[in-house]
């Protein structure tokens, strides 16, 4: 959600956006769902693993949810580390309604983060 919002929000002649986890999980249909209701398509991306290389070499790295930030690899000292200790929507239970309901909340906060980087 955080890489449709940054590529739809952020200037691209200012921003490279690359989005990748210490794990691979695939594409949450629930995300790709409250997405589309915002309309945002997200339907093409795919979850993918930490490229060192151009981790190590990025200006601003964002960590999402409790544990990404103690899982990620050391950021380099001249970069600027942000986190946003996030609830993960996809650990969300209760009826189908009550997770996507999760999953909105989630992806408004993330909506609204992503506009204050600007």
Not at 18 to 41: F, I
């Amino acid at each position: 959600m955080a890489e449709g919002y940054a590529k739809k929000i952020l200037p691209a002649n200012k921003f490279k956006i690359e989005s990748a986890g210490v794990e691979t999980h695939g594409l949450n249909p629930m995300a790709v769902k409250v997405m589309a209701e915002d309309g945002v398509d997200i339907s093409k991306q795919y979850s993918k693993l930490i490229d060192l290389q151009y981790f190590n070499m990025a200006d601003v790295i964002i960590t999402l949810c409790g544990d990404a930030r103690d899982k990620c690899p050391m950021i380099p000292a001249q970069t600027k580390s942000i986190h946003w200790s996030l609830l993960d929507p996809a650990q969300a239970t209760g009826t189908f309604e009550e997770r996507l309901e999760g999953f909105r909340n989630i992806r408004d906060e993330i909506k609204k983060l992503i506009t204050e980087l600007i």
